[in-house]
C-alpha cells in the first residue's frame, strides 16, 4: 500500500531531480535561479516527508525538528533567491543579455 509519506518523498526526489536537469539545460539566468527554486522545494519537500512517520512531541528527532527545519530551509530559500534575482537584474543591465555563454563572451 502506498502511503502519503512514500508520494511525497517520490515527488520531491522528481522535482529535486527535474530541476538539475532544468539547471543542466538552461540558457537563461532567471530560468536557472527559478530551477534552483525547484530543486530547493523537491528537497524541502522530501525532508517534510522524511518526518511524517515521527511523533509529534517537542525533542530531538521528531515532528516538529524536521518541520523547523524545513521552514528555516524554505527562509533561507527565499533569501537565496532575492539575491540571485538581484544579481540577475544587474548582470542584465550590465551586459544587456540574460544568456551565459554570452556574458562570457562580452567579459573578455
Known sequence: MITDQTVFLFTGVVLAFVGMASISSSRNLIKTVMAFQVVLLGANLALFASGLDAPLQSGLGTR???????????????????????????LYRKYGT???????KLRH
Open 64 to 90: 516538529l525538528t524536521t518541520d523547523s527545519f524545513v521552514f528555516l530551509s524554505i527562509l533561507v530559500g527565499a533569501a537565496v533567491e532575492a539575491v540571485g534575482l538581484a544579481v540577475v537584474v544587474t
Open 98 to 104: 540574460l544568456d551565459p555563454s554570452e556574458i562570457r
